[in-house]
């Protein structure tokens, strides 16, 4: 791999990780994989602080040496480029043209960081990550009825649409899809919520779609 292609720090579980791992297939960008472990420490370190001063991963480093932290910043500029960069595979078209849908995308990439990863990721990250229902009892018990809200607004939606980028699938969807897909390992039951299931379905049909195991 040579040195000046994108590196990817990140945590493999993580689903704000994910949502990078999935655009640069999508994309068809080489990039190479760098581990951080959360859990011991190696986000705080003072090497990977100078990198990302907030401490969190994802954080993509580009193949000029800029650092870029925040998971929808980062899909929002490899979207970006993609329009731009011949060497990428733009067909993908991850982000619309028009002023008004591309606001509609930022509302649900906003709506994402807000109010839906703040209960939905953190309760997985207590149950399935931490693997500690016991000590984290009040705050999953806080939480679920927001998660729930933010699915519901999901559900509502895709009531009256296929996707959440304006109408085609893009960032949004991406965004979306990394922790709704394995909100069940945060205790979301997504059986009540059909439209997610169909929607969920046709994000996983999309070209170059890989998991968040893979
Ligand atoms: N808003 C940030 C959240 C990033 C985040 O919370 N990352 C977690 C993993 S999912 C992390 O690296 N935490 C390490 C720490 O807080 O030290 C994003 O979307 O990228």
């Not at 990817?8 to 080489?30: F, H, P, T, W």
């Not at 960069?85 to 994402?112: C, G, K, Y």
């Amino acid at each position: 791999m040579p040195e000046n292609t994108y590196q990817l720090y990140e945590m493999a579980d993580s689903g704000n990780c994910y949502k990078v791992r999935l655009i640069l297939n999508q994309l068809n960008i080489a990039y190479e994989r760098r581990p951080i472990n959360i859990l011991n420490g190696e986000s705080r370190t003072p090497e990977f602080l100078e990198l990302n001063p907030n401490g969190r991963t994802p954080l993509l480093i580009l193949p000029d040496g800029t650092p870029l932290a925040e998971s929808n910043a980062i899909l929002f500029y490899l979207a970006e480029l993609s329009a731009s960069d011949q060497q990428i595979n733009h067909s993908a078209n991850l982000v619309p043209e028009t002023p008004l849908a591309r606001a509609q995308t930022m509302q649900w990439l906003f709506f994402e960081q807000y109010s839906h990863e703040p209960f939905i990721a953190t309760n997985r990250f207590y149950l399935h990550i931490l693997k500690d229902p016991d000590q984290f009892e009040a705050q999953i018990a806080a939480n679920q009825p927001k998660g729930c809200a933010a699915l519901g607004v999901m559900e509502n939606h895709l009531g009256h649409a296929p996707f959440f980028s304006a109408g085609a699938y893009g960032i949004a969807d991406i965004a979306l899809y990394a922790y709704t897909h394995v909100a069940h390992q945060g205790g979301y039951d997504l059986s009540a919520y059909p439209n997610i299931g169909m929607w969920m379905e046709s994000v996983q049909n999309q070209p170059h779609h890989v998991g968040i195991g893979e």
